[in-house]
């Protein structure tokens, strides 16, 4: 995972997206892309559009394009990140476009990466969108990691899976299996109350031991709360800073109807979480 792509939009917590960012790089002395977003214009009606977005002629996408390059690259230079060009073969950052994109061409683009690090969705003026979120989980075929609106101070150290014996989660350890393997303890966890048919978490832990991941299986009750409430608080509980779950297992109509699981964590994790669908 050495290739991570960040669409910056400048919401409130930018500098926590980067910080995220700039952590998970750093496990594989990777690079990390920046890249301005802009609505699509199908969202310029979009309830969630930023007022300043208001205006949406070339010119200011290009001015809130440069102001977005200023703020990344402000951000990496005083973490001490070089540029791609004066250090190519370890951790650095580069840029991509010079002028603001759309969802759907930050979805497309980030088919080039191992791995696209996404602002936590809100529905306040400021918050990153669930739009953008969601077309990158959905069209770019590559996970996301949904960074905490307070930067983290490790990330990969101790990963909780949640496991729900889905083939949704089953991709999601897949495509985080270098970090799970970089991490110093892992734990499968299984909530009985939402599992599907599937292996059970001491299968899949012992799996995980067969391929050099520290994992072990735990399973944690949900009788008494949401099942998105469940995962985080156990998370928390086991000292978790990522975690790993597989999108939408129910279908996203049903989740926006009645909630469930994943819209739990999208807007209330405050942790790390590396999500695929």
Request: aromatic share 6%.
């Amino acid at each position: 995972m050495k290739n991570v792509l960040t669409p910056v939009e400048l919401h409130s917590t930018i500098d926590s997206t980067f910080a995220t960012a700039l952590l998970f790089a750093r496990r594989f002395d990777g690079y990390i892309e920046g890249m301005p977003l802009g609505p699509d214009m199908p969202d310029l009606v979009a309830f969630d559009m930023p007022v300043s977005w208001t205006v949406a002629d070339q010119q200011t996408w290009k001015e809130m394009a440069e102001e977005s390059r200023r703020h990344f690259e402000q951000f990496m230079g005083a973490a001490g990140v070089p540029s791609h060009e004066a250090a190519p073969d370890r951790l650095s950052w580069g840029w991509a476009g010079e002028s603001s994109f759309g969802d759907s061409h930050v979805s497309s683009h980030a088919r080039l990466f191992d791995i696209c690090v996404l602002g936590r969705p809100g529905a306040e003026r400021g918050d990153a969108r669930m739009a953008t979120a969601e077309s990158v989980l959905f069209d770019s075929g590559r996970p996301i990691l949904i960074a905490p609106p307070i930067a983290p101070k490790t990330l990969g150290d101790t990963i909780v899976i949640a496991w729900n014996q889905s083939m949704e989660t089953s991709r999601a350890t897949a495509m985080a299996m270098p970090a799970l393997r970089k991490a110093n303890k892992v734990f499968v966890l299984t909530i009985p109350e939402q599992k599907v048919d599937g292996p059970t978490g001491d299968q899949m832990a012992h799996n995980l031991r067969a391929n050099g991941v520290p994992a072990e299986a735990v399973e944690r009750s949900g009788k008494s709360k949401g099942h998105g409430e469940a995962i985080i608080e156990a998370a928390a509980a086991l000292g978790a800073d990522l975690l790993v779950k597989g999108a939408y297992t129910q279908s996203r109509l049903r989740q926006m109807i009645f909630g469930g699981a994943t819209s739990y964590i999208l807007a209330k994790a405050n942790l790390p979480v590396l999500m695929s669908s």
